[in-house]
């Protein structure tokens, strides 16, 4: 079992702090939404619908904590919180659709209730704040587990499979989307290897998604990013499954850096190439992937691995943290709705009906 990610108690969250994983399990306090993005910015929790499910959290922590006492205050309230959580990172739709979503509530509760609100009232829109975040969660977990269905339908028998960063249990508040559907197959004895790539700078696939696929005995090995096209064309691998931070209308998807790099070399060696992530990854307002805002992180990323330099001092970086995949080279996204394919807009429209 992978710890829980998130633990609400006592009007406070609790957040699993991924960057101490896989070798410390602790906890970080969060009682405020500036908490929540600090912690979303600062990485201690990541992963796409991690993060759009903290972010509901602390959206109701922080309406919560301030307590508006009028249909006004409220929505000033909400909107001021709505902007905190976005700004923590640019990349990952999930963000935005879980903060829209708790907005919407909030403007809802403050059309219902005008005026000034009687403690009563306080306590109704504290109810339906925590409610609609843990609505936002259970649909997490539920997609998880179509994806998983979904994914693993797809894969042939004795699958050696790769998959990149960590799009697993702990980017989600369920099984994860692409190593959901590496663990699901596994559950089918349909899985014979799988390949983690280590996922430089932040390695992802090494701190975390090996340890995922350790704990749930799925018979599998870590490389480095730069082996990936070399065991490709030598080990036999018969398909390729990551996660995704934005999807555009017309399929580009942006995911970790390196993903882009993965499709090109799994293209050249006829590799299915597919991509799991659920319905609020897709932004139909992006017409394709240049409309993606690509997150640049800090140099101390790039030259430092747990705290150890490995460049020389003042060296200048370049640090994007995600790429942008083309549609043309993604065989198939695996959604929660079904799978799309061949990747386009017309399709993506019919599987999700935006
Ligand atoms: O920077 P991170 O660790 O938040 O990036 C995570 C990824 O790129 C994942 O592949 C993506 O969020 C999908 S998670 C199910």
């Given at each position: 079992?992978?710890?829980?990610?998130?633990?609400?108690?006592?009007?406070?969250?609790?957040?699993?702090?991924?960057?101490?994983?896989?070798?410390?399990?602790?906890?970080?306090?969060?009682?405020?939404?500036?908490?929540?993005?600090?912690?979303?910015?600062?990485?201690?929790?990541?992963?796409?619908?991690?993060?759009g499910?903290?972010a509901?959290?602390?959206?109701?922590?922080?309406?919560?904590?301030?307590?508006?006492?009028?249909?006004?205050?409220?929505?000033?309230?909400?909107?001021?919180?709505?902007?905190?959580?976005?700004?923590?990172?640019?990349?990952a739709t999930a963000l935005f659709y879980a903060t829209a979503r708790?907005?919407?509530?909030?403007?809802?509760?403050?059309?219902?209730?005008?005026?000034?609100?009687?403690?009563?009232?306080?306590?109704?829109?504290?109810?339906?704040?925590?409610?609609?975040?843990?609505?936002i969660?259970?649909?997490?977990?539920?997609?998880?587990?179509?994806?998983?269905?979904?994914?693993?339908?797809?894969?042939?028998?004795?699958?050696?499979?790769?998959?990149?960063?960590?799009?697993?249990?702990?980017?989600?508040?369920?099984?994860?989307?692409?190593?959901?559907?590496?663990?699901?197959?596994?559950?089918?004895?349909?899985?014979?290897?799988?390949?983690?790539?280590?996922?430089?700078?932040?390695?992802?696939?090494?701190?975390?998604?090996?340890?995922?696929?350790?704990?749930?005995?799925?018979?599998?090995?870590?490389?480095?990013?730069?082996?990936?096209?070399?065991?490709?064309?030598?080990?036999?691998?018969?398909?390729?499954?990551?996660?995704?931070?934005?999807?555009?209308?017309?399929?580009?998807?942006?995911?970790?850096?390196?993903?882009?790099?993965?499709?090109?070399?799994?293209?050249?060696?006829?590799?299915?190439?597919?991509?799991?992530?659920?319905a609020p990854t897709f932004d139909?307002?992006?017409?394709?992937?240049?409309?993606?805002?690509?997150?640049?992180?800090?140099?101390?990323?790039?030259?430092?691995?747990?705290?150890?330099?490995?460049?020389?001092?003042?060296?200048?970086?370049?640090?994007?943290?995600?790429?942008?995949?083309?549609?043309?080279?993604?065989?198939?996204?695996?959604?929660?709705?079904?799978?799309?394919?061949?990747?386009?807009?017309?399709?993506?429209?019919?599987?999700?009906?935006?």
């Amino acid at each position: 079992m992978i710890p829980a990610r998130l633990k609400l108690s006592k009007r406070k969250l609790f957040i699993l702090d991924q960057r101490l994983l896989p070798d410390k399990i602790e906890y970080i306090k969060a009682e405020s939404a500036a908490d929540v993005a600090k912690a979303t910015k600062d990485m201690a929790l990541r992963g796409a619908p991690l993060i759009g499910c903290a972010a509901a959290y602390g959206f109701a922590l922080e309406i919560d904590r301030l307590c508006p006492i009028s249909s006004s205050s409220l929505i000033k309230t909400a909107e001021k919180t709505a902007k905190i959580l976005n700004a923590a990172r640019p990349t990952a739709t999930a963000l935005f659709y879980a903060t829209a979503r708790m907005l919407e509530t909030a403007r809802k509760f403050a059309e219902q209730n005008k005026g000034s609100f009687r403690s009563e009232t306080a306590k109704a829109l504290r109810k339906i704040i925590f409610e609609e975040a843990d609505k936002i969660t259970a649909e997490d977990i539920s997609s998880c587990e179509a994806m998983g269905k979904y994914g693993a339908y797809l894969l042939p028998k004795n699958c050696i499979i790769m998959t990149h960063c960590n799009a697993g249990a702990l980017a989600t508040m369920g099984i994860g989307t692409a190593v959901g559907v590496i663990t699901a197959a596994h559950k089918q004895g349909k899985i014979k290897h799988a390949y983690s790539c280590e996922t430089r700078p932040y390695l992802q696939g090494a701190r975390l998604t090996i340890w995922e696929l350790m704990r749930e005995k799925v018979p599998s090995e870590l490389i480095t990013d730069n082996m990936a096209a070399h065991i490709m064309k030598t080990e036999g691998v018969n398909a390729i499954v990551v996660g995704a931070d934005r999807i555009a209308s017309n399929g580009d998807t942006a995911n970790k850096i390196g993903t882009y790099a993965l499709a090109i070399a799994a293209k050249y060696h006829n590799i299915p190439f597919y991509i799991a992530a659920p319905a609020p990854t897709f932004d139909m307002k992006a017409e394709s992937g240049n409309d993606i805002i690509i997150e640049e992180r800090s140099s101390a990323e790039v030259i430092n691995i747990k705290g150890i330099r490995i460049a020389p001092k003042n060296v200048k970086t370049r640090h994007p943290a995600f790429d942008v995949t083309p549609a043309k080279l993604i065989t198939a996204i695996i959604t929660d709705k079904g799978v799309i394919s061949p990747v386009n807009k017309k399709n993506i429209i019919r599987i999700l009906g935006k």
